[in-house]
């Protein structure tokens, strides 16, 4: 006859607000196959209640070492570690049985990838952004997960085991739905790509290429965290970031949101000076009131991001910006041309930017035909 491990011998209900509810938890562990090590090191981390969900995200299967992921996937151990530095997963030690089957299906991914031609760096950069991405995303889920799932006077036993279960259910609906969502915007994208001649020649795509660059940001955002909660920052914060994304269509392309600032692009500004303005003029009835700065220029495009003096430039334009007002560089204001009002505001140096930039205010035209 078996015969359980003694947890309250172990000093394993020490500290626990609810001891019964805690030892439900710690024998239903038990029970699903949890060694008392693990068992151990969990709860020093504070963590007894989520085994349930790391075992259902780990897909409940064979574990690997670090060894073995080398020999059945033909890739070097080195690049693995900086792939899994990129992925953002902890690096296992020589031995460690720890490297789940998905891991080894996104190493023989990998794998094939960089036979078909894709080069190590660019994958490490590729890697490391679709992480980022993914976390972005993971956070969304747990803050949904979290406000459905968790019911008055639930345990730790409750919650965790509840959660386990919804995502072993819900978990695999989500992959598709990604896959989708991705085939999309790479549709977008190409669409979007024009590759002329010369490049199909050369086999290389531009480099530095024309860009407008706009930024929105929250007027006063440092001052509003000294004033406000937390919670109510996270709330400014979230409803900015709808709004951007309910105002951006193409071509213009949110690029990313930096907290309180939000970085757009497109092949030509008058699109994204269209896009600015109609952004913080809503913000002039839906708090928090923004201000915006559009630039034009040559910029570089790496991992999903753009660099350049365009991309500079517009930062700080936007950070010139008077509470609710545009400004756009003279190259935007000889672009874009008639249709908007347009104001001089003078020469200015910015830190960062090679020589004096010519500054303009615009607003909408008041011309009804317009």
Same mark, same amino acid.
Request: charged share 30%.
């Given at each position: 006859?078996?015969?359980?491990?003694?947890?309250?011998? /172990?000093?394993?209900?020490?500290? !626990?607000?609810? +001891?019964? #509810?805690? &030892?439900?938890?710690? =024998?239903? $562990?038990?029970? *699903? @196959?949890?060694?008392?090590? /693990?068992?151990?090191?969990?709860? !020093?981390?504070? +963590?007894? #209640?989520? &085994?349930?969900?790391? =075992?259902? $995200?780990?897909? *409940? @299967?064979?574990?690997?070492?670090?060894?073995?992921?080398?020999?059945?996937?033909?890739?070097?151990?080195?690049?693995?570690?900086?792939?899994?530095?990129?992925?953002?997963?902890?690096?296992?030690?020589?031995?460690?049985?720890?490297?789940?089957?998905?891991?080894?299906?996104?190493?023989?991914?990998?794998?094939?990838?960089?036979?078909?031609?894709?080069?190590?760096?660019?994958?490490?950069?590729?890697?490391?952004?679709?992480?980022?991405?993914?976390?972005?995303?993971?956070?969304?889920?747990?803050?949904?997960?979290?406000?459905?799932?968790?019911?008055?006077?639930?345990?730790?036993?409750?919650?965790?085991?509840?959660?386990?279960?919804?995502?072993?259910?819900?978990?695999?609906?989500?992959?598709?739905?990604?896959?989708?969502?991705?085939?999309?915007?790479?549709?977008?994208?190409?669409?979007?790509?024009?590759?002329?001649?010369?490049?199909?020649?050369?086999?290389?795509?531009?480099?530095?290429?024309?860009?407008?660059?706009?930024?929105?940001?929250?007027?006063?955002?440092?001052?509003?965290?000294?004033?406000?909660?937390?919670?109510?920052?996270?709330?400014?914060?979230?409803?900015?970031?709808?709004?951007?994304?309910?105002?951006?269509?193409?071509?213009?392309?949110?690029?990313?949101?930096?907290?309180?600032?939000?970085?757009?692009?497109?092949?030509?500004?008058?699109?994204?000076?269209?896009?600015?303005?109609?952004?913080?003029?809503?913000?002039?009835?839906?708090?928090?009131?923004?201000?915006?700065?559009?630039?034009?220029?040559?910029?570089?495009?790496?991992?999903?991001?753009?660099?350049?003096?365009?991309?500079?430039?517009?930062?700080?334009?936007?950070?010139?910006?008077?509470?609710?007002?545009?400004?756009?560089?003279?190259?935007?204001?000889?672009?874009?041309?008639?249709?908007?009002?347009?104001?001089?505001?003078?020469?200015?140096?910015?830190?960062?930017?090679?020589?004096?930039?010519?500054?303009?205010?615009?607003?909408?035209?008041?011309?009804?035909?317009?």
């Amino acid at each position: 006859m078996r015969v359980g491990i003694d947890f309250e011998g /172990e000093g394993m209900l020490e500290g !626990a607000d609810d +001891r019964k #509810a805690r &030892l439900e938890l710690l =024998r239903t $562990l038990e029970n *699903e @196959g949890f060694t008392l090590d /693990e068992l151990r090191h969990a709860a !020093a981390q504070n +963590r007894l #209640a989520l &085994l349930p969900v790391e =075992r259902v $995200l780990a897909g *409940e @299967g064979k574990l690997y070492t670090r060894e073995e992921l080398a020999e059945r996937t033909g890739l070097d151990p080195g690049f693995l570690d900086e792939a899994g530095r990129a992925l953002g997963v902890p690096i296992r030690e020589p031995g460690e049985r720890a490297i789940t089957e998905e891991e080894m299906e996104l190493s023989r991914s990998a794998k094939a990838l960089l036979d078909a031609g894709l080069p190590e760096e660019g994958f490490l950069e590729l890697t490391a952004v679709m992480s980022r991405s993914m976390a972005s995303i993971a956070a969304s889920f747990a803050a949904l997960f979290g406000e459905a799932l968790l019911q008055p006077g639930d345990t730790e036993r409750d919650l965790g085991l509840r959660y386990a279960e919804t995502l072993r259910n819900l978990g695999p609906l989500a992959a598709p739905t990604l896959e989708q969502m991705f085939n999309l915007r790479m549709r977008e994208q190409m669409r979007e790509a024009v590759i002329s001649q010369a490049e199909l020649q050369s086999g290389k795509l531009a480099g530095a290429q024309s860009v407008a660059v706009g930024f929105v940001d929250i007027v006063g955002f440092t001052r509003l965290g000294e004033d406000v909660s937390p919670d109510d920052v996270g709330t400014v914060v979230r409803r900015f970031e709808r709004a951007v994304a309910d105002a951006v269509e193409p071509p213009v392309r949110l690029v990313k949101t930096i907290g309180d600032a939000a970085m757009l692009v497109a092949p030509e500004p008058a699109p994204v000076v269209e896009s600015v303005l109609d952004l913080v003029e809503r913000s002039q009835d839906e708090a928090p009131l923004l201000r915006g700065g559009v630039a034009l220029g040559d910029g570089l495009q790496r991992a999903g991001d753009w660099y350049g003096r365009p991309v500079n430039l517009a930062a700080r334009l936007t950070s010139f910006a008077r509470r609710g007002s545009v400004v756009t560089s003279k190259e935007v204001r000889e672009a874009v041309g008639d249709g908007y009002n347009w104001s001089e505001a003078g020469n200015r140096r910015f830190k960062g930017v090679k020589g004096s930039v010519e500054v303009f205010r615009v607003r909408r035209s008041p011309d009804p035909a317009r």
